[in-house]
């Protein structure tokens, strides 16, 4: 038995609004640290390292549906206004 399982879903999921914050904040943080590491290596020096997950796998677990929406607006070139 965990500690979860008497916890209403509703109160462990935070509001949409938040999660698409905290998705974008990571989405855009992860590519910020790829350019930041890619200039680290051109000028010969060590970086942060490589993250674990591929870029924007954790903002997609943060909240799917709102990357999901960013791929299909990026396929049809059209701007999302975020």
């Avoid at 549906?65 to 791929?71: C, D, G, I, K």
Wanted: zero cysteines; a negative charge.
């Amino acid at each position: 038995m965990t500690k979860f399982e008497n916890v209403s879903f509703s109160v462990l999921v935070k509001p949409a609004q938040e999660r698409r914050m905290a998705a974008d904040w990571e989405y855009y943080s992860r590519m910020a640290s790829e350019i930041f590491n890619d200039s680290m290596a051109l000028a010969g020096e060590e970086g942060l390292g490589k993250s674990f997950w591929p870029s924007g796998v954790v903002a997609i677990a943060i909240d799917p549906l709102m990357h999901l929406l960013f791929s299909l607006l990026a396929q049809l070139n059209i701007s999302s206004g975020v």
